[in-house]
């Protein structure tokens, strides 16, 4: 019986291109088609597309995983990467972890099961160790995601630089009490420990000492920045600036400032992260860092592809750049 390689290796084209053409996917030539059309005739090919999933061939499908698609910044993320993917005929199968670590492992077994090709994680919830076993059954893509000294392709932005670049503009503000608000941990092994460097770097280079009681951990969302800046107004000594993990927990903090008759940003000045739409909607604008979400999940589907056609290519990783936008909050 005659198989997808076969019509591969007659037509002269990839497996990915025959597949395409198989799943009558736009961007593909109709001189490929022809080829490829001819080659199931000659061979007498009639694609079964779960037998083809169960013989381990390509099913022209990625995985995304993402910890919080109501998290705005993951939302854009996710849509470039299923536009992009669209384009070169690939369906994107999207998996929300939720920040649990055994439904992270249950979505990496749709690699073992053929489910997926490749699968693209925006997100970390398991010690690599736990992971590294599921690269033998298809290629892993760590994207806005990385671990050291890791043989998957990364896509990055330098998070310790726009964390740094974000802190530098509060003190060149006149700051020097400065709190910090991130999503992990605050320590050199937990998520954002590249964050937490750059809030590090530029505190000590300004000369400025570290308050434990301004170091807001675990928080993601605009609730969570509401719930943040009460905690500060129950405070003898305030922070008069605080850097924030996302525009989500930026936005929290700055309405719950004005319910309670603050001015932004004289009595408090507030940085956000990743410049979502919600930065410019609102009031005053939000001062934030600017992550590149559509050429990351471009380059995400861009590297993962060349991996699936190309197993022996040379890993690398990735760094786009991260800029500081400063707008009326700071």
Not at 39 to 49: C, K, R, T, V, W
Not at 59 to 88: C, D, H, M, W
Not at 264 to 273: Q, S, V, W
Request: hydrophobic share 35%; charged share 25%.
């Amino acid at each position: 019986m005659s198989t997808i390689s076969d019509v591969a290796k007659l037509s002269g084209l990839s497996k990915t291109t025959v597949s395409r053409v198989i799943n009558n996917h736009p961007y593909v030539s109709n001189e490929k088609k022809e080829k490829v059309l001819r080659a199931m005739q000659e061979l007498g090919y009639s694609p079964n597309p779960a037998a083809r999933m169960l013989r381990g061939q390509l099913s022209t499908t990625i995985g995304v995983i993402v910890p919080r698609l109501i998290n705005p910044f993951f939302s854009y993320l996710v849509n470039s990467i299923e536009q992009t993917a669209y384009k070169k005929g690939y369906q994107v199968l999207i998996c929300q972890s939720n920040e649990d670590s055994e439904k992270e492992l249950a979505f990496l077994n749709l690699l073992k099961t053929k489910q997926v090709d490749g699968i693209i994680m925006t997100a970390i919830e398991n010690d690599w160790n736990r992971l590294e076993q599921y690269t033998e059954f298809g290629p892993i893509l760590l994207c806005n995601e990385y671990v050291n000294n890791l043989d998957v392709p990364v896509i990055r932005v330098d998070q310790c630089k726009g964390t740094y670049i974000g802190v530098k503009h509060l003190i060149n503000k006149g700051h020097k009490k400065i709190a910090y608000c991130t999503g992990g941990l605050f320590n050199e092994q937990g998520k954002d420990k590249d964050r937490n460097q750059g809030y590090q770097r530029a505190i000590k280079e300004a000369g400025i000492e570290i308050n434990p009681k301004w170091i807001f951990v675990n928080k993601h969302s605009i609730e969570d920045g509401k719930q943040v800046l009460r905690q500060i107004l129950e405070m003898d000594d305030r922070p008069t600036a605080i850097f924030t993990g996302s525009d989500e927990i930026a936005g929290g903090l700055l309405i719950e400032a004005k319910e309670h008759g603050l001015n932004i940003p004289n009595d408090i000045a507030i940085i956000g992260f990743d410049d979502q739409p919600l930065a410019e909607m609102l009031d005053p604008k939000l001062t934030t860092i600017r992550q590149p979400v559509d050429q990351i999940g471009e380059k995400a589907v861009e590297v993962l592809l060349e991996l699936l056609n190309n197993p022996e290519m040379t890993i690398n990783h990735f760094e786009l750049p991260v800029e500081l936008v400063v707008r009326k909050s700071t």
